[in-house]
């Protein structure tokens, strides 16, 4: 009985431990969801048109958008200030 009652405690802790980490995991979905918005790859998110689901894609919102725009615009100022060294050369000429 004693073995059987040891066993039901271990159980019992893997069970608590299991819900902890479901709800810590819950958690972080919930989390990316609020990050992502619309752009969140939910159950239905591939069923949508291929022109929402391409505006709503998770490569274009959130945390990623933000660093692939901030990347754009130094790209664009980096691309600028070269061409602006190139004319002031070549008026050295």
């Known amino acids: 009985m004693n073995m059987l009652a040891a066993r039901h405690d271990e159980l019992e802790h893997q069970l608590r431990n299991l819900e902890?980490?479901?709800h810590d995991l819950s958690s972080k979905v919930l989390m990316d969801e609020r990050k992502m918005e619309d752009c969140y790859p939910d159950p239905g998110f591939w069923e949508q048109s291929q022109e929402v689901l391409q505006k709503t894609?998770?490569?274009n919102g959130g945390e990623f958008r933000a660093a692939r725009d901030a990347l754009f615009v130094a790209a664009v100022r980096l691309h600028r200030?070269?061409?602006i060294a190139g004319v002031k050369h070549s008026n050295r000429l």
């Open 57 to 59: 894609a998770p490569w």
């Open 81 to 83: 200030a070269f061409v």
């Open 20 to 22: 902890t980490e479901i």
